[in-house]
């Protein structure tokens, strides 16, 4: 009778173990869609403004985009919720789906008053995506990095600062908006993140070389943003 009674619990735990982690993969989903959404807006707003904002050559030559919403100086010191987000590569003309990545350890002040900085980043060349396809990169010493040329002064491609780089690099806190350098930086893949996101493993490579995962709805916004300000 004590067996029966110590499987039963058993069993009973086991099931509880197994309808709790159902319940954290779904809600780990539900945040990797919140972010894209985030992500979506935050393209909007650095790119709604040619003159103003990043300049619209950089994305139409851009390898892959970079994007984290609302990073939090904490996040961005230790890493973690507070700075996360997602990066998608042009792949045969097209966007792929996204891969979620987190970025901390940077040796960049945040603007002052400001509790949270959006963060945009446009890879230009092969040796930018390198890293980022292995699932790793430090800024400034797997690619270089510079702060990126704002509006119509990119349009030369010459005359800014930084010139050539793998990496440009914008910050958007309270409205106030710039190219920031990021040099130091560390972007991480979150595996966990993307396997929640697409109900199965990926890796950076499959996702941002190889086009291999599937383009959630969920994502069909943030993609046709960048397609509208890459023509």
Request: with cysteine; net charge positive.
């Amino acid at each position: 009778m004590r067996f029966k009674t110590s499987l039963v619990a058993c069993i009973a735990a086991l099931a509880l173990m197994a309808s709790m982690a159902v319940v954290a993969f779904a809600a780990e989903k539900d945040k990797a869609v919140l972010k894209i959404d985030e992500a979506s807006v935050v393209v909007m707003k650095m790119m709604g403004t040619e003159d103003k904002g990043v300049a619209r050559s950089l994305l139409k030559k851009a390898k892959a985009v970079a994007i984290f919403p609302g990073v939090l100086k904490a996040g961005f010191i230790v890493g973690g919720e507070g700075g996360t987000g997602v990066i998608l590569a042009r792949v045969g003309g097209a966007w792929t789906g996204p891969a979620f990545y987190t970025i901390a350890a940077a040796s960049v002040g945040f603007q002052i008053g400001a509790s949270s900085t959006d963060f945009m980043m446009m890879v230009m060349t092969d040796n930018g995506l390198k890293g980022i396809l292995k699932g790793h990169a430090k800024l400034g010493g797997d690619a270089s990095v510079a702060a990126g040329p704002v509006g119509r002064a990119a349009s030369g491609g010459s005359t800014f600062s930084g010139k050539d780089s793998d990496i440009y690099s914008y910050s958007m806190s309270a409205g106030a908006f710039a190219g920031v350098a990021l040099n130091g930086a560390g972007l991480e893949f979150d595996a966990e993140r993307t396997k929640a996101y697409y109900g199965k493993s990926y890796t950076a490579e499959q996702i941002l070389q190889k086009n291999m995962a599937p383009k959630p709805a969920s994502a069909q916004k943030l993609i046709s943003q960048l397609d509208k300000y890459s023509k």
